[in-house]
């Protein structure tokens, strides 16, 4: 469950009053307790005290009549139930009672020495105490007297008990009202104060999820109502400077395609340069008509060369500038790099020994563009013997693994540099006097359209691999 502050906020200020009206009724109620309790034993304490002074001399003479008389006039007190009286002996000589059975807790029993008191020491009633437990007091007869009996007198907390859960029910019944005023103020104001907040979040959460246009109405002249305004006001600000963004971003986007488009300009430009200025030449000795046929021959020959050339050339740039997109169809990888391996030829020119190698595993059938993987591999096999000077080793290796058929082109030529080896899929860029440098570019196209991934790395016989990875 998500708790929300407004949740958060009542469940709290909720909390809070019950907790404060419990903490102050438990006070009030033991407060108002002990001041009943004492109120009760002062008045029952000075009930027994007169009780003691005017059974003194029928004590003395143990005067049952007298003392039962006395007994009766204490017990029409609505709180007396019981009267004891007993001489100095412990025997009793009045024992009345209502014939009430309380319980221990609605009965308080006080008792009273009474002593022989001379009449210089008399008029002091300090010697007077209350027992609430029932226990009798040390037989003194010291400077109080001789102790001539005991007064026991029994109450009844009824009247305490009814008066204490009256008040409890008040302090219950005011602490319900104080909660029900405290709930309704707490939604108040969580409706007045959280809600507010509750939409200032979802405005900024709107923006966040691309809702530029989100603003909120202000209504309140307070803080929030400031902050509701400041809120518009960002985000007023932001959508300027959002506007303002796009703006600089489209401007540095046309920059940046003029600058490429230059780049690639000035490259086309420097490669177009040298064949058509070897074709000029050739065409201006074989105006002359004094050249001998011999040189005509060799200069048709150059031209014928040239244009080759610029064929290848402008070939590359368009697989280059606007690759078709694959056709895809189920075929075999293996049956592929066979092909590749058969067709290719190293020019007799070029002087070179190259033993290509196979290490094929079996591998399933998957969807692909059998001419775009022709071209790419192609490519990378030519590259590959560029690469080996005079003589040396191309290995092909085919394997499945996790991310799908893997495809590795390994040469034993010079290798790569590693701060040139991410430079090698750029367009135009390259080591070879002869090539146009978008072999390894037009590979990296075909293999991004296929969705797989290419990689370069230093083989470990000497010279480079790279490493081809297609999806299943």
Request: proline letters at 3%.
């Amino acid at each position: 469950m998500k708790w929300g502050l407004n949740i958060k906020f009542i469940f709290i200020t909720i909390f809070l009053i019950v907790f404060i009206s419990l903490m102050f009724s438990i006070i009030l109620v033991y407060q108002s307790r002990k001041a009943l309790l004492y109120e009760f034993a002062k008045r029952g304490q000075s009930l027994v005290q007169n009780l003691a002074l005017n059974a003194e001399l029928p004590l003395l003479l143990e005067n049952k009549e007298t003392l039962k008389t006395l007994a009766q006039n204490l017990l029409r007190e609505n709180d007396v139930q019981k009267v004891r009286i007993v001489n100095e002996h412990n025997t009793v000589l009045v024992d009345i009672s209502k014939g009430r059975t309380l319980w221990w807790w609605q009965q308080e029993k006080i008792s009273q020495p009474v002593y022989l008191i001379p009449e210089g020491a008399r008029g002091s009633t300090d010697d007077m105490s209350l027992y609430l437990d029932g226990s009798r007091p040390e037989q003194n007869t010291g400077a109080k007297g001789q102790l001539i009996g005991t007064i026991e007198v029994i109450f009844s907390r009824e009247g305490i008990i009814e008066t204490l859960n009256r008040i409890r029910w008040w302090i219950f019944f005011s602490a319900t009202i104080a909660t029900i005023i405290g709930s309704v103020g707490a939604v108040y104001f969580s409706y007045t104060l959280i809600r507010p907040i509750q939409r200032l979040a979802r405005a900024t959460s709107s923006i966040a999820r691309g809702n530029w246009e989100e603003r909120m109405d202000v209504s309140r002249d307070d803080e929030l109502g400031e902050l509701t305004d400041s809120f518009n006001i960002m985000a007023s600000s932001l959508m300027k400077k959002k506007q303002e963004l796009e703006t600089t971003y489209r401007e540095l986007s046309q920059k940046e395609r003029m600058a490429e488009i230059g780049k690639f300009s000035m490259m086309i430009a420097h490669e177009l340069k040298n064949p058509i200025g070897i074709i000029k030449g050739s065409v201006d000795i074989m105006s002359k008509t004094d050249t001998k046929a011999e040189i005509k021959a060799t200069m048709v020959r150059y031209i014928q060369d040239e244009i080759k050339r610029l064929n290848r050339l402008i070939d590359d740039f368009l697989s280059f500038a606007k690759p078709q997109p694959p056709q895809k169809a189920l075929s075999d990888i293996n049956t592929i790099i066979e092909k590749v391996t058969t067709h290719f030829m190293i020019p007799e020119e070029a002087h070179k020994k190259i033993t290509l190698h196979r290490s094929l595993d079996p591998l399933p059938a998957i969807a692909i563009d059998d001419h775009q993987i022709y071209q790419a591999l192609l490519n990378l096999l030519s590259n590959a013997a560029q690469a080996i000077t005079q003589q040396g080793d191309i290995y092909f290796k085919t394997d499945v693994s996790d991310a799908g058929v893997r495809i590795q082109v390994s040469d034993t030529g010079v290798g790569i540099p590693d701060p040139e080896k991410e430079k090698v899929f750029d367009p135009f860029y390259t080591t070879n006097a002869t090539g146009t440098g978008l072999g390894l570019s037009i590979v990296k196209k075909i293999v991004d359209n296929h969705s797989g991934h290419i990689q370069i790395s230093d083989f470990t016989g000497g010279g480079t691999t790279f490493t081809i990875r297609l999806p299943m």
